[in-house]
C-alpha cells in the first residue's frame, strides 16, 4: 500500500508540475481515489482471461462534458447499465478496450466507483512516435491510468507517461534525452546529421526494440577505429544512412526520405534481437552487430558513475554493481571509448542511455520516446 501511495503521491506531484494541463477537465481525482483505484487495477493486471492479460486506460472524465468537442474523431459512449469498478468486473471487461485508440470511463462523483462507458477514438499517435507521420490524431488529453503489464501502470496525460510503477518502483519518465541532455549533445559532436531526423530515427529504433520484448544495446561511436580494441563484431554489415549506397538523397521528396528513415530504422531494430550489440557510428551509420563486448580488455572495472534522475539532480543511492551484466558492460564500454553514447533497451522496456564527462559515466534513466 505504501509503495501504491509514492507512486500516486509522485504523479500527482509531476502531473500538476509539468503546465499540461490546463482545462478543469484535467484535473486530477485526490490521493485516495487514486490509490484506490490503483489497488483493483494492479490486481486485474496480474489475471489473465482467455489465456491472455490485458492492457488497457481508465479516465475520469464526466458524462456530457463538453471537453471532447475539440477531438473530431473521438466519441463518448454510455452503457445502459454502469458496470462496478471491482476486479472481478475489470478482469471481463478489460480485454475489450484498445489502449492506444480508448479509455474506460470512470464516475468518481459517488461511491462506490463506476464504469460508465468507453471513449473510443480514432488515433495515429503511434505512427506519430515511431516516425511513420509528423502530425496526426492524438488520444483526448485527459489524466489517466495506463495499465500496461502485470505489475505496471503508467500515469498519463493522454498517451504522454508522466510516472510509472513496476512491481514496486516508481520512475518518472524522461522525454528530453535526445534534446537538451550530455546525451544530445555528444550525439552532436562530430555529427552532420540534422538533429531532428536523428531523433526521429533513434525513436523508431527504440520503439521497434522495445516491441520485440527481447532487450537490446546499441553502441554510437564517432568511429569504428575508436572502439576496436573493445569490441567483437560477429556480423559486419557496413551501410550509410538511409542506405545512401551512392544515390543522392538530397534531391528526393520529403515523404520519400521520411519512409527510407522507417525501413532504415525498421532493419537496424530487428537486428538488436540477434545476440550482441548493434553499433553505428554518430551519423547512424551502420557497422554491425551482434557486437560483444570485451571488458577484459578494459582496465577500469568499475569506472566512476553518475546517475542523474528526472530532475537533473544526482541519485547518490544508485551503483555501478546495482545493474545487471548488460548494463555493467556498456557502461565500462563508454568509459573507454571517448565521444561514445550506450543505449540499453531492458525486456521490460526500460530505457537508459550513458555517455562519458570528464571521467564519469552519466547514467539518464527512463528514457521515454516523444510525440513532439
Same mark, same amino acid.
Given at each position: 500500500m505504501d509503495r501504491i501511495k509514492a507512486f500516486v503521491n509522485k504523479y500527482c506531484k509531476h502531473y500538476n508540475d509539468s503546465g499540461l494541463a490546463t482545462e478543469e477537465e484535467q484535473e486530477l481525482p485526490s490521493a485516495e481515489i487514486l490509490e484506490e483505484i490503483c489497488q483493483v487495477l494492479l490486481n486485474v493486471s496480474c489475471m489473465r482471461e482467455e489465456g491472455n492479460f490485458s492492457s488497457f486506460r481508465v479516465c475520469f472524465l464526466q458524462a456530457g462534458s463538453d471537453f471532447l468537442d475539440a477531438y473530431v474523431y473521438a466519441h463518448s459512449l454510455s452503457f445502459d447499465k454502469p458496470v462496478p469498478f471491482t476486479v472481478s468486473a475489470m478482469r471481463k471487461l478489460a480485454p475489450a478496450l484498445n489502449p492506444d485508440m480508448s479509455y474506460l470511463t470512470l464516475d468518481i462523483m459517488h461511491e462506490p466507483i463506476m464504469v460508465t462507458g468507453v471513449i473510443a477514438s480514432y488515433t495515429t499517435w503511434g505512427k506519430i512516435i @515511431?516516425?511513420?507521420? &509528423? =502530425?496526426?490524431?492524438?488520444? %483526448?488529453?485527459? %489524466? /489517466?491510468? *495506463?495499465? !500496461? @503489464?502485470p505489475g505496471e501502470i503508467d500515469g498519463c496525460l493522454g498517451e504522454r507517461t508522466i510516472v510509472s510503477y513496476s512491481f514496486g518502483s516508481t520512475v518518472i519518465s524522461r522525454y528530453d534525452i535526445f534534446k537538451t541532455t550530455l546525451i544530445a549533445q555528444q550525439l552532436r559532436n562530430g555529427s552532420i546529421l540534422d538533429d531532428a531526423e536523428r531523433r526521429h530515427f533513434l525513436s523508431r529504433v527504440l520503439w521497434q526494440v522495445d516491441d520485440y520484448r527481447h532487450g537490446g544495446a546499441i553502441l554510437i561511436v564517432p568511429s569504428e577505429e575508436a572502439c576496436a580494441g573493445y569490441i567483437n563484431v560477429k556480423y559486419k554489415l557496413p551501410?550509410? *544512412?538511409? *542506405? /545512401? =549506397? $551512392?544515390?543522392?538523397? #538530397? =534531391? #528526393?521528396?520529403?515523404?520519400?526520405?521520411? !519512409? $527510407?528513415? +522507417?525501413?532504415? @530504422?525498421? *532493419? +537496424?531494430? !530487428?537486428?538488436? &534481437?540477434? =545476440?550482441?550489440? +548493434?553499433?553505428?557510428t554518430k551519423d547512424m551509420d551502420l557497422i554491425g552487430f551482434g557486437v560483444e563486448i570485451l571488458t577484459d580488455k578494459m582496465e577500469q572495472k568499475e569506472p566512476p558513475m553518475r546517475f542523474v534522475s528526472s530532475d537533473d539532480s544526482i541519485n547518490r543511492n544508485k551503483k555501478f554493481t546495482d545493474n545487471g551484466t548488460r548494463h555493467r558492460s556498456g557502461y565500462r564500454f563508454c568509459h573507454e571509448v571517448e565521444g561514445s553514447v550506450v543505449i540499453v533497451i531492458s525486456q521490460d522496456g526500460a530505457i537508459k542511455a550513458c555517455t562519458k564527462e570528464g571521467d564519469e559515466v552519466v547514467v539518464y534513466d527512463n528514457l521515454a520516446l516523444s510525440v513532439d
Amino acid at each position: 500500500m505504501d509503495r501504491i501511495k509514492a507512486f500516486v503521491n509522485k504523479y500527482c506531484k509531476h502531473y500538476n508540475d509539468s503546465g499540461l494541463a490546463t482545462e478543469e477537465e484535467q484535473e486530477l481525482p485526490s490521493a485516495e481515489i487514486l490509490e484506490e483505484i490503483c489497488q483493483v487495477l494492479l490486481n486485474v493486471s496480474c489475471m489473465r482471461e482467455e489465456g491472455n492479460f490485458s492492457s488497457f486506460r481508465v479516465c475520469f472524465l464526466q458524462a456530457g462534458s463538453d471537453f471532447l468537442d475539440a477531438y473530431v474523431y473521438a466519441h463518448s459512449l454510455s452503457f445502459d447499465k454502469p458496470v462496478p469498478f471491482t476486479v472481478s468486473a475489470m478482469r471481463k471487461l478489460a480485454p475489450a478496450l484498445n489502449p492506444d485508440m480508448s479509455y474506460l470511463t470512470l464516475d468518481i462523483m459517488h461511491e462506490p466507483i463506476m464504469v460508465t462507458g468507453v471513449i473510443a477514438s480514432y488515433t495515429t499517435w503511434g505512427k506519430i512516435i @515511431a516516425g511513420e507521420a &509528423t =502530425d496526426g490524431s492524438m488520444m %483526448p488529453a485527459v %489524466p /489517466n491510468l *495506463f495499465v !500496461k @503489464a502485470p505489475g505496471e501502470i503508467d500515469g498519463c496525460l493522454g498517451e504522454r507517461t508522466i510516472v510509472s510503477y513496476s512491481f514496486g518502483s516508481t520512475v518518472i519518465s524522461r522525454y528530453d534525452i535526445f534534446k537538451t541532455t550530455l546525451i544530445a549533445q555528444q550525439l552532436r559532436n562530430g555529427s552532420i546529421l540534422d538533429d531532428a531526423e536523428r531523433r526521429h530515427f533513434l525513436s523508431r529504433v527504440l520503439w521497434q526494440v522495445d516491441d520485440y520484448r527481447h532487450g537490446g544495446a546499441i553502441l554510437i561511436v564517432p568511429s569504428e577505429e575508436a572502439c576496436a580494441g573493445y569490441i567483437n563484431v560477429k556480423y559486419k554489415l557496413p551501410c550509410e *544512412f538511409l *542506405f /545512401n =549506397d $551512392e544515390k543522392s538523397l #538530397i =534531391d #528526393i521528396s520529403q515523404s520519400v526520405r521520411e !519512409k $527510407e528513415l +522507417v525501413s532504415y @530504422a525498421d *532493419f +537496424v531494430a !530487428k537486428l538488436s &534481437t540477434v =545476440d550482441g550489440a +548493434v553499433l553505428l557510428t554518430k551519423d547512424m551509420d551502420l557497422i554491425g552487430f551482434g557486437v560483444e563486448i570485451l571488458t577484459d580488455k578494459m582496465e577500469q572495472k568499475e569506472p566512476p558513475m553518475r546517475f542523474v534522475s528526472s530532475d537533473d539532480s544526482i541519485n547518490r543511492n544508485k551503483k555501478f554493481t546495482d545493474n545487471g551484466t548488460r548494463h555493467r558492460s556498456g557502461y565500462r564500454f563508454c568509459h573507454e571509448v571517448e565521444g561514445s553514447v550506450v543505449i540499453v533497451i531492458s525486456q521490460d522496456g526500460a530505457i537508459k542511455a550513458c555517455t562519458k564527462e570528464g571521467d564519469e559515466v552519466v547514467v539518464y534513466d527512463n528514457l521515454a520516446l516523444s510525440v513532439d
